[in-house]
């Protein structure tokens, strides 16, 4: 069963980085498309970012220039470096994998628990 555990998140000022983790099991991680999404209190689950199998990164506009994904195969794990963080920035981050890839605002594939981000002073 593929398995995806997120980590790295916590509380961190306006300004301060993170760098999440997503540790996938169970499956040939190589031939998986992933992203990350996150989801704040009250709003619908958004896209952040995507790295394809063979590693072309993509970002939402929100984020673009702020945050950064990566993969390392031989891990089984995918990246999300995050800087200058803002408040709007406060969610719950997921981690997706899916074999196929359409479009990347698509809810589809697997997922993780998610790990909290709390930007606050």
């Known amino acids: 069963q593929v398995q995806l555990v997120e980590s790295g998140g916590g509380l961190v000022q306006p300004g301060g980085s993170l760098r999440l983790s997503c540790v996938v099991s169970g499956t040939i991680f190589s031939s998986y498309h992933m992203g990350w999404f996150r989801q704040a209190p009250g709003k619908q689950r958004e896209w952040v970012a995507g790295?394809?199998?063979?590693?072309?990164?993509n970002y939402a506009d929100s984020v673009k220039g702020r945050f950064t994904i990566s993969r390392d195969n031989a891990k089984n794990t995918v990246y999300l470096e995050i800087n200058s963080l803002k408040p709007e920035d406060a969610a719950v981050y997921y981690c997706?994998?899916?074999?196929?890839?359409?479009?990347?605002?698509?809810?589809?594939?697997?997922w993780g628990q998610g790990t909290q981000v709390t930007v606050s002073s």
């Open positions: 997706n994998a899916r074999r196929v890839y359409s479009r990347w605002s698509d809810i589809s594939g697997y």
């Open positions: 790295i394809t199998a063979g590693g072309f990164a």
